[in-house]
């Protein structure tokens, strides 16, 4: 499989790539790298690339300052999975996955300094991972959803999150790790906008969703 990697700066915010684009040359796959920093105790982040190898969260976060916790929340059980950093390795919930369309919380000790995580792999698009667009599948109720594509902007003018139907109204709570607090957005069917204003993503952020009905969340996307 041909693969190339670009300059990605001019789609994505706070997204880098290596290598050269070779004249006349074209690829299936575009790999690149993102980097989120956390400077207070708790972080709502998200890893936007593929490693096309189950996307464990052991393999993308190899390593953090002991005593880093990562939360994972269970929707159908109501109950956070976590992994502990020790320092041989991770331990608990060690299947827990961290795919594009995730989010996990992350614990820094805070006795620890700022902790800096890179997500390395592959940016999913629509030719690569189906031709109907990439599904993020939302749930009725309350989830820890991410953008699938690590590219800055509003969740639905540019992420074409779909907006619920007239008979229901569904609420995006942004988290503010600075304060400990949410931000929420509210989409009101009868006014057909965001209220107060449309969410804005940011690359590695993860954010939670109160849905009123289950919904595909489709993305078309294509940097080719």
């Not at 190898?53 to 939360?71: E, F, Q, R, S």
């Not at 300094?113 to 990439?134: I, N, W």
Request: net charge neutral.
């Amino acid at each position: 499989m041909r693969t190339k990697a670009l300059i990605l700066s001019a789609v994505f915010c706070a997204m880098g790539a290596v290598s050269v684009l070779a004249q006349n040359v074209y690829s299936v796959n575009v790999v690149g790298y993102t980097t989120v920093t956390i400077t207070n105790a708790y972080a709502l982040i998200a890893n936007q690339l593929t490693d096309n190898a189950g996307d464990l969260a052991t393999n993308h976060i190899p390593t953090a300052a002991t005593g880093t916790i990562i939360y994972k929340y269970n929707p159908s059980t109501g109950i956070y999975a976590s992994i502990t950093r020790i320092p041989t390795g991770w331990q608990g919930a060690t299947t827990m996955t961290l795919a594009p369309g995730e989010g996990v919380f992350v614990k820094k000790p805070t006795t620890a300094p700022s902790l800096t995580l890179t997500f390395v792999g592959e940016v999913k698009q629509t030719s690569t991972h189906g031709d109907a667009g990439m599904n993020n599948p939302v749930l009725a109720g309350y989830d820890i959803y991410s953008a699938i594509v690590p590219q800055a902007g509003g969740i639905t003018a540019v992420h074409q999150y779909p907006v619920p139907p007239t008979s229901g109204s569904d609420q995006v709570f942004k988290y503010n790790p600075a304060l400990g607090t949410y931000l929420p957005y509210s989409y009101s069917s009868t006014g057909t906008r965001w209220l107060p204003t449309e969410p804005q993503l940011a690359v590695n952020e993860a954010f939670w969703i109160r849905a009123a009905n289950a919904k595909d969340w489709i993305r078309t996307f294509d940097v080719n």
